[in-house]
């Protein structure tokens, strides 16, 4: 059973930076290109950055220059490193696994709350 459980949100000043974590279960961290992404009310969720297990990264036009996204093969855990946010970056921040071997399934966390005050 996949189990991907985040950390790491809060409320923070326009400016300030957020640290998110990613505790990934079993074994699909070593096959699985691992994802942030975000929804904010009245969106659609959409892709922050996600990173292979090669370590090749992606980032949404949005963030970069700002997030960071890096994997700890070892503790099977996925980060967000979130620099200089902005109000419209607020959204609940969900991680996600996508298996690259068959079957392809994508499984996704609860969501951790971002909350950016002006």
């Known amino acids: 059973q996949v189990q991907l459980v985040e950390s790491g949100g809060g409320l923070v000043q326009a400016g300030g930076s957020l640290r998110l974590s990613c505790a990934a279960s079993?074994?699909?961290?070593?096959?699985?290109?691992m994802g942030w992404f975000r929804q904010a009310p009245g969106n659609e969720r959409e892709l922050v950055a996600h990173v292979t297990t090669g370590g090749s990264t992606v980032y949404a036009e949005s963030v970069k220059g700002r997030f960071t996204i890096s994997r700890d093969n070892a503790k099977n855990t996925l980060y967000l490193q979130m620099n200089s946010l902005k109000p419209e970056d607020t959204a609940v921040y969900y991680c996600s696994a996508a298996r690259i071997v068959s079957p392809f399934t994508r499984y996704w966390g609860q969501g951790t709350q971002v909350t950016v005050s002006s």
């Open positions: 079993g074994s699909i961290f070593r096959i699985a290109t």
